[in-house]
């Protein structure tokens, strides 16, 4: 039996439903939900009231969040101001923290964003977007938090609380949903004492949505959802110690993305017949290239599992102990149609794979008035890497190179007559020698050579239609770090601290790139075009010969293995590692008054660190070494003050915080070919503010509200003045809770609006001088969001003991459009696509719940 296969026994809810709805029968009221302004907070590593906490953070708890519907991290964005998360897929999630975006999925990059889960780190992209259900709580802590969650914080941390194992009640409780598209979603959680210190606790989660964006083609449509998780956890508390374990899994199997592009009709590539608009938002022909990835769909294919244990030990009652241990795998196959057409130009994946292991030793001090402190340790070690073959069909790609030069190429170059520029040709059309023979003269005029018609011909019958080349980088880092924590009042108002935490890493980054079914015809005869007189025809003469793709090369045959996208490390895949190690500090000071028991203000200073990054870089030649470039540590200096009240008899919860940014190195993403790498674009200003409120005004009523202004900006190099990607200058969101009594039942309707302004999707801003790397540039400007706004509503009725629940919900009341990404690889090719929000979504929902606390 496999590790996975048991964590799911164990972890069943069905194992322990019938237990729990025994257990529950005795029926165990349930304390109402404390006001979110008044959770308890551990932002700090120690139980505090947000109003102590001397740094912006948001805090929701569980039952709140479900209140509102979020029940994934993009949704959770719009209730906390500064913060937002683009969902391209459960594969490729960006995480924002004021202005700055974590999403890189290659195995060599730190994040900048951390995500902890119970404590434990799951900040690399690719592993942490996990289902948020049976939660605690949720914190969001801005700014630079190194020193209190280490690895990834450079600008903020998400800290998910996930719900424990309780040995003082039981409980069972299950929610079922279905809406529009095909969607439906079945939660289900049990809590179940076996005695005063011992419980176990399970939950578990199915998620299913038909795409929203049809294909075309047929099959599935685009966009879809379905994901299956499940938790166990176990807690043992016998006196002074306490032991929790915990088990999550998950796996996704989403359809493919739309990556659509808006520049070309999709149509049917075996007719030629238009099929849809170029609507960024409408229907979307594409497919895979044939037999690519062993003939594998669009879509994913993602597996996230872990282990947790969390052990404190209380020696009194102001020292205590704690410890945590953890494993963690991930593994995630993405197939996508990269060009956005119905045509196989590029068909591209991504194959992610990581393990990490992370130990913390913390020792805390707490005399519960003037000082409280900590000291501890980790151990972390991650493997990894990340596999992206690319398939190109190189008479496409061909035509798309000419129709660079001269529109219509694509479209046939006149030989269909009526047809429109923007109307992909026929397949078939391609596999025309006389065509492609004649794009080849056409691209090799471009360079002032005559091709003659004979050699034309011949390379022109060698073009593929399947040429595969896979690159792959691999990573290995193992980390120590030592940190302490002090905060210490000299007067009963006065609250001051510092923190600082000293990081070790040693890391080896390795990478290989291969063409795997032959050399690129395409490739040399593009690399031969620029070379002297004598060595372009002595390529262009082997690219003619019959079965030129696939001859070795050798003395009597010395053309090289060319790629396209890419060129093969040395014997065609040779792989070339690199170590290094680094070591920095990270710190901050912080200082908080408290006007009265109900209002405070704070200031605080601290230094982000994100570790130097080994980026590595495909050789510039075929079978050269893989090029590797040291990029030097990014920090941030960041100074924020901010204040926080409670008002009207604690019904007004009102916090605001002003901050500054100062980048030095920052590091960006740049495309050179389809490969993305990372290189140093100096440095940055991000400053702003951020405001949210919770308002009872009345026992009937709740409002609440965020807003965030945020203007983050590159200050030198060539991307001076650029804006963040994925970062808008100004956000907010305002929504209400209405109640009333209905006799027996109790009613509620909560609308939401949520509204925010110009989105870039990459730090390039689009801009056609700084793409000048990609394999076709993009000179159009087009790859932006403007400003828009949608609006949620959910109607409920309960039963007066809250046990029973009937809703219903709109999401998108009226159908915004609006894309949530955009450029892609298909950039590469001079085809950016664009990836569409969800529409309007409605359904309906009933739940119960049993005991509790």
């Known amino acids: 039996m496999t590790v996975r296969v048991l964590l799911l026994a164990l972890a069943s809810p069905f194992a322990l439903a019938a237990g729990a709805t025994a257990a529950c029968a005795q029926d165990v009221p349930a304390e109402a939900p404390a006001q979110d302004g008044e959770i308890t907070v551990t932002a700090q590593l120690i139980e505090q009231s947000p109003m102590e906490v001397p740094f912006a953070l948001t805090a929701y708890s569980g039952e709140f969040l479900e209140t509102l519907g979020v029940t994934e991290f993009d949704k959770l964005g719009q209730f906390v101001p500064g913060f937002d998360v683009q969902n391209q897929s459960p594969n490729n999630p960006g995480f924002v923290m004021r202005g700055i975006t974590s999403d890189s999925g290659t195995a060599y990059n730190e994040p900048r964003v951390s995500v902890f889960q119970d404590g434990v780190s799951i900040s690399k992209s690719r592993g942490s977007y996990v289902e948020l259900f049976d939660m605690d709580r949720i914190e969001i802590a801005k700014g630079p938090q190194s020193t209190l969650y280490g690895r990834g914080a450079l600008i903020g941390a998400v800290n998910l609380i996930q719900a424990k194992a309780d040995p003082s009640a039981p409980l069972f409780q299950a929610r079922a949903q279905y809406g529009d598209f095909d969607g439906y979603r079945f939660d289900v959680a049990g809590n179940l004492p076996l005695g005063d210190t011992l419980a176990v606790r399970a939950a578990g989660r199915i998620k299913h949505r038909d795409g929203y964006v049809q294909n075309l083609l047929g099959g599935e449509d685009f966009n879809g959802i379905d994901t299956k998780a499940v938790r166990g956890s176990l807690r043992w508390e016998p006196g002074a110690f306490t032991l929790d374990l915990i088990g999550n899994y998950q796996k996704d199997e989403a359809t493919g993305t739309s990556f659509k592009s808006a520049n070309w009709n ?23 290239g044939a037999g690519f990835e062993g003939g594998k769909p669009l879509g994913l294919d993602r597996e996230v599992w872990g282990v947790t244990g969390i052990a404190n030990y209380e020696f009194s009652d102001r020292l205590s102990l704690n410890a945590i241990g953890s494993y963690r795998e991930f593994s995630a196959l993405e197939v996508f149609d990269a060009d956005g057409i119905s045509l196989p130009a590029l068909t591209a994946a991504e194959d992610a794979q990581g393990e990490q292991t992370m130990a913390t030793l913390r020792l805390t001090w707490a005399d519960g008035d003037r000082l409280t402190a900590f000291a501890g340790a980790t151990y972390f070690r991650e493997t990894g890497s990340t596999r992206t073959p690319a398939q190109f069909d190189e008479r496409v790609a061909l035509a798309r190179l000419v129709d660079f030069g001269a ?4 479209a046939g170059g006149g030989l269909i007559p009526g047809r429109p520029a923007s109307d992909p040709a026929p397949i078939s059309l391609f596999g025309n020698t006389a065509f492609t023979a004649a794009l080849l003269q056409g691209l090799a ?14 390379i022109a019958a060698n073009l593929k239609s399947n040429h595969l080349e896979t690159s792959t980088n691999f990573a290995e880092t193992t980390s120590w770090d030592l940190f302490a924590d002090v905060s210490f009042k000299p007067i009963d108002a006065l609250e001051i601290g510092a923190g600082v935490r000293w990081s070790h890493d040693d890391k080896s980054t390795g990478y290989s790139s291969a063409v795997v079914n032959g050399r690129s015809v395409l490739g040399g005869f593009v690399g031969a075009l620029a070379q002297a007189p004598a060595t372009r025809d002595a390529l262009l003469g082997g690219l003619a010969v019959p079965g030129a793709a696939t001859i070795p090369p050798s003395a009597l045959y010395p053309v090289p293995l060319f790629g396209l996208g890419l ?9 070339y590692d690199l170590d290094h190690n680094d070591s920095g500090l990270t710190w901050r000071l912080t200082a908080r008054y408290e006007l009265s ?8 200073y601290a230094r982000g660190r994100r570790p130097e990054v080994l980026s590595v870089r495909p050789p510039a030649a075929p079978g050269g070494a893989a090029r590797f470039d040291l990029l030097p540590s990014e920090t941030v200096d960041s100074f924020e003050a901010g204040a926080k009240t409670a008002l009207a008899g604690r019904t007004l919860f009102l916090d605001g915080a002003l901050f500054y940014y100062r980048y030095r190195n920052f590091q960006t ?3 050179q070919g389809t490969t993305f790498i990372t290189v140093n674009a100096g440095e940055a200003t991000s400053y702003g503010f951020e405001g949210q409120f919770t308002w009872k005004p009345a026992e009937w009523i709740d409002l609440f509200g965020t807003y965030a202004w945020n203007h983050s900006r590159f200050t030198t190099g060539a991307r001076d003045g650029n804006r963040f990607r994925l ?5 907010a969101s305002l929504g209400a809770t209405l109640r009333g009594d209905l006799g027996p039942v109790k009613a509620d309707f909560t609308p939401v ?9 990459d730090d390039d801003n689009d801009l056609p001088a700084l793409q000048t790397g990609n394999l076709i540039p993009d000179v159009v400007q087009d790859e932006w969001q403007k400003g828009y706004a949608t609006v949620d509503l959910r109607l409920g009725v309960s039963t007066a003991d809250g046990v029973w629940r009937v809703e219903g919900f709109v999401t998108n009341v009226f159908d915004q459009q609006y894309i949530k990404d955009a450029g892609n690889t298909g950039d590469s090719l001079g085809m950016p696509t664009f990836i569409a929000g969800e529409p309007r979504i409605f359904g309906i929902a009933a739940s119960v719940k049993l005991g509790g606390r």
Not at 753 to 761: E, Y
């Open 727 to 731: 970062s808008p200058d100004h956000s």
């Open 407 to 410: 529109p219509g190429t694509l």
């Open 753 to 761: 609006l949520g509204w925010q302004s110009k989105t870039f999707f």
């Open 669 to 671: 993403t740049e495309q």
């Open 445 to 458: 005029g471009a360079y002032g050579y005559a091709l003659p018609a004979p050699l034309a011909n011949g």
């Open 266 to 288: 999709p149509t049917d590539p075996v007719t030629g017949a238009v099929l849809g608009d170029r609507g960024r938002n409408s229907g979307a022909a594409l497919a895979p």
């Open 567 to 575: 060129q093969p490390t040395g014997t065609n895949g040779q792989r």
């Open 597 to 604: 028991p109900d209002a405070s203000l704070y200031a605080n």
